[in-house]
């Protein structure tokens, strides 16, 4: 009889089980870590995607804010360029007339400047004490601020006596005006370095919103100036209804702290809380050279990041071609408005110019305005082979007028007489006043000396008329002297000068000779007994 089996049969029985199982261990263990793998894989390749999607959404972001920012300090760079060489130039103009002796004349050459600037709220001359001498905003006879007495605006201008040249301050609530205004001012030093005046133009709040307004930004892109000392110069959009609190102090955001740890950083980005916004924003910034300001272009995070969520598939080439286009709309409107600056810039500085060269008063060429003149009509007199008239005309006794009438009448004497003047000559001709009651007469093309009688006659005409002041009637009585190119003299201040002594002669004549109004110049007449002759005490022949 054999053994019983059964125990061996269960011992392969549980052996094949075993090799099943751990046959079926590698497999499954495969096959959840193929699961798991890919399931970690999807999500470092999704992040890995979405990392690199996000940082070329942030740099090509980044990109399109620096170029929209560089274009604004462009821009603002050549605007601020313009307003300091128009402000050197009417405080250069200003120093002439020395304004803190004569306030009148310095308000009506402040006024002329604000008429051609339409950007400027005010014009104002202070003195280094802080007293303001004229302004624009002050109507006539009322008292002039002293700017020493306000807290709020005296350290900010008292920073500007120190600093020669174009000097920006943060912006301010106008005394002098009720609307928030930033002030561009020049300070004039005078002998030993010490501040002259300072003349200073605060321009309206909204005139550098004008710059943002013309572009098309995006929404919630926000644009603006920034001082290095944290006030905001100017911004769009502002904030709904803090206006004030957006002005009226020193930001402390991101931007603010950056510039402080980085005072020389000439461009960057920036993300962190701002707090003109109150909240987390992505931006920009690129300093404007020359001057102690900064422009940047920030958005909210938020909008951000659904922006970068939205677009993620994005085909990159459409991006470059709204990034493109936008970019280029941005460059265009900003050149626009360029091109417009530079035509009111040189409007301003022909005004400016004609202020140098023209009297105030009856519009006529002045002195400085008379010598080109005269220098180009020798030139054509030689060229041409013509003689040239230069006549030298005064009223006589004016100060008598002055002293019986008043200056107000003399006044309107001068303006009337250049007025016949003007329309009696012909319109080669020219009239210059050189000062006071002192005229010059330049008649050009004549052959010879007798073709100046009938331009005589006809000025003796126009001059016999009655001359009027509110409304009394006044006698005005002439002389004339007449100087010949190249006859008498063959250079500008001889012909005047000799002009000038032919002019004596005809004073001396007799109270009813009306004959001897005119005299020709003869080298027998002497020197003018005003001015002594030239200035070194010698004659001029």
Same mark, same amino acid.
């Given at each position: 009889?054999?053994?019983? /089996?059964?125990? %061996?049969?269960?011992?392969?029985?549980?052996?094949?089980?075993?090799?099943?199982?751990?046959?079926? $261990?590698?497999?499954?263990?495969?096959?959840?870590?193929?699961?798991?793998?890919?399931?970690?894989?999807?999500?470092?390749? &999704?992040?890995?995607?979405?990392?690199?999607?996000?940082?070329?959404?942030?740099?090509?972001? *980044?990109?399109?804010?620096?170029?929209?920012?560089?274009?604004?300090?462009?821009?603002?760079?050549?605007?601020?360029?313009?307003?300091?060489?128009?402000?050197?130039?009417?405080?250069?103009?200003?120093? %002439?007339?020395?304004?803190?002796?004569?306030?009148?004349?310095?308000?009506?050459?402040?006024?002329?400047?604000?008429?051609?600037?339409?950007? @400027?709220?005010?014009?104002?001359? *202070?003195?280094?004490?802080?007293?303001?001498?004229?302004?624009?905003?002050?109507?006539?006879?009322?008292?002039?601020?002293?700017?020493?007495?306000?807290?709020?605006?005296?350290? &900010?201008?008292?920073?500007?006596?120190?600093?020669?040249?174009?000097?920006?301050?943060?912006?301010?609530?106008?005394?002098?005006?009720?609307?928030?205004?930033?002030?561009?001012?020049?300070?004039?030093?005078?002998?030993?370095?010490?501040?002259?005046?300072?003349?200073?133009?605060?321009?309206?709040?909204?005139?550098?919103?004008?710059?943002?307004?013309?572009?098309?930004?995006?929404?919630?892109?926000?644009?603006?100036?920034?001082?290095?000392?944290?006030?905001?110069?100017?911004?769009?959009?502002?904030?709904?209804?803090?206006?004030?609190?957006?002005?009226?102090?020193?930001?402390?955001?991101?931007?603010?702290?950056?510039?402080?740890?980085?005072?020389?950083?000439?461009?960057?980005?920036?993300?962190?809380?701002?707090?003109?916004?109150?909240?987390?924003?992505?931006?920009?910034?690129?300093?404007?050279?020359?001057?102690?300001?900064?422009?940047?272009?920030? #958005?909210?995070?938020?909008?951000?990041? =659904?922006?970068?969520?939205?677009?993620?598939?994005?085909?990159?080439?459409?991006?470059? *071609?709204?990034?493109?286009?936008? &970019?280029?709309?941005?460059?265009?409107?900003?050149?626009?408005?360029?091109? /417009?600056?530079?035509?009111?810039?040189?409007?301003?500085?022909?005004?400016?110019?004609?202020?140098?060269?023209?009297?105030?008063?009856?519009?006529?060429?002045?002195?400085?305005?008379?010598?080109?003149?005269?220098?180009?009509? *020798?030139?054509?007199?030689?060229?041409?082979?013509?003689?040239?008239?230069?006549?030298?005309?005064?009223?006589?006794?004016?100060?008598?007028?002055?002293?019986?009438?008043?200056?107000?009448?003399?006044?309107? #004497?001068?303006?009337?007489?250049? /007025?016949?003047?003007?329309?009696?000559?012909?319109?080669?001709?020219? #009239?210059?006043?050189?000062?006071?009651?002192?005229?010059?007469?330049?008649?050009?093309?004549?052959?010879? %000396?007798?073709?100046?009688?009938? @331009?005589?006659?006809?000025?003796?005409?126009?001059?016999?008329?009655?001359?009027?002041?509110?409304?009394?009637?006044?006698?005005?009585?002439?002389?004339?002297?007449?100087?010949?190119?190249?006859?008498?003299?063959?250079?500008?201040? /001889?012909?005047?000068?000799?002009?000038?002594?032919?002019?004596?002669?005809?004073?001396?004549?007799?109270?009813?000779?009306?004959?001897?109004? $005119?005299?020709?110049?003869?080298?027998?007449?002497? =020197?003018?007994?005003?001015?002594?002759?030239?200035?070194?005490?010698? &004659?001029?022949?």
């Amino acid at each position: 009889m054999g053994r019983p /089996r059964g125990p %061996k049969g269960a011992s392969q029985g549980w052996r094949s089980a075993w090799r099943q199982r751990f046959r079926a $261990v590698p497999y499954r263990y495969a096959l959840m870590a193929a699961y798991w793998f890919a399931v970690v894989a999807t999500v470092l390749f &999704s992040a890995l995607y979405g990392w690199h999607s996000w940082r070329r959404y942030e740099k090509t972001g *980044i990109d399109r804010l620096m170029l929209t920012t560089s274009l604004i300090a462009i821009a603002t760079h050549d605007d601020l360029d313009r307003e300091a060489s128009s402000l050197r130039f009417l405080a250069h103009h200003l120093a %002439k007339i020395h304004p803190l002796r004569h306030p009148a004349r310095a308000r009506r050459l402040l006024s002329e400047y604000q008429k051609v600037s339409p950007e @400027v709220a005010s014009a104002e001359l *202070i003195a280094p004490d802080g007293q303001v001498i004229a302004s624009t905003a002050v109507p006539k006879g009322q008292p002039l601020p002293d700017f020493r007495q306000d807290a709020q605006i005296w350290p &900010s201008l008292e920073r500007a006596l120190a600093h020669p040249g174009l000097y920006i301050q943060r912006p301010i609530h106008g005394l002098l005006a009720d609307h928030w205004v930033i002030g561009f001012s020049d300070t004039v030093m005078g002998l030993g370095g010490r501040a002259h005046f300072l003349v200073t133009t605060p321009i309206r709040f909204g005139n550098f919103e004008d710059l943002f307004a013309r572009l098309t930004l995006p929404s919630g892109l926000a644009v603006g100036i920034l001082r290095s000392d944290g006030y905001i110069e100017g911004r769009t959009p502002v904030p709904r209804g803090q206006l004030a609190a957006l002005l009226d102090r020193s930001q402390t955001g991101i931007l603010t702290k950056i510039l402080k740890r980085h005072p020389h950083a000439a461009r960057g980005a920036f993300s962190g809380w701002v707090s003109s916004d109150r909240e987390y924003r992505y931006g920009v910034f690129v300093r404007i050279a020359d001057y102690p300001l900064v422009a940047f272009a920030d #958005v909210p995070r938020a909008l951000w990041v =659904a922006q970068w969520w939205h677009r993620q598939v994005e085909i990159p080439l459409i991006f470059l *071609i709204v990034a493109l286009t936008f &970019s280029g709309y941005a460059y265009r409107q900003v050149q626009a408005l360029a091109v /417009r600056w530079e035509v009111e810039a040189a409007r301003r500085a022909d005004f400016l110019e004609n202020l140098a060269t023209h009297d105030p008063l009856t519009g006529l060429l002045n002195r400085k305005g008379l010598y080109p003149v005269l220098q180009r009509a *020798i030139a054509r007199a030689e060229r041409e082979g013509r003689l040239l008239v230069v006549g030298f005309l005064d009223i006589d006794d004016f100060k008598g007028i002055n002293d019986r009438y008043g200056h107000a009448a003399g006044d309107a #004497v001068l303006k009337t007489l250049a /007025r016949r003047l003007e329309r009696t000559l012909r319109g080669t001709d020219r #009239v210059a006043r050189l000062g006071g009651d002192e005229f010059v007469l330049l008649i050009e093309g004549l052959r010879q %000396k007798a073709d100046l009688a009938p @331009v005589v006659t006809h000025l003796k005409a126009a001059l016999d008329g009655p001359f009027y002041a509110d409304p009394r009637e006044i006698a005005v009585r002439v002389s004339l002297g007449v100087a010949f190119f190249p006859l008498d003299a063959l250079d500008a201040e /001889r012909l005047i000068s000799r002009a000038d002594r032919a002019m004596y002669a005809a004073k001396e004549r007799a109270a009813n000779d009306e004959r001897g109004w $005119v005299r020709f110049y003869t080298h027998d007449m002497p =020197a003018d007994p005003d001015a002594g002759g030239r200035p070194d005490g010698r &004659s001029d022949d």
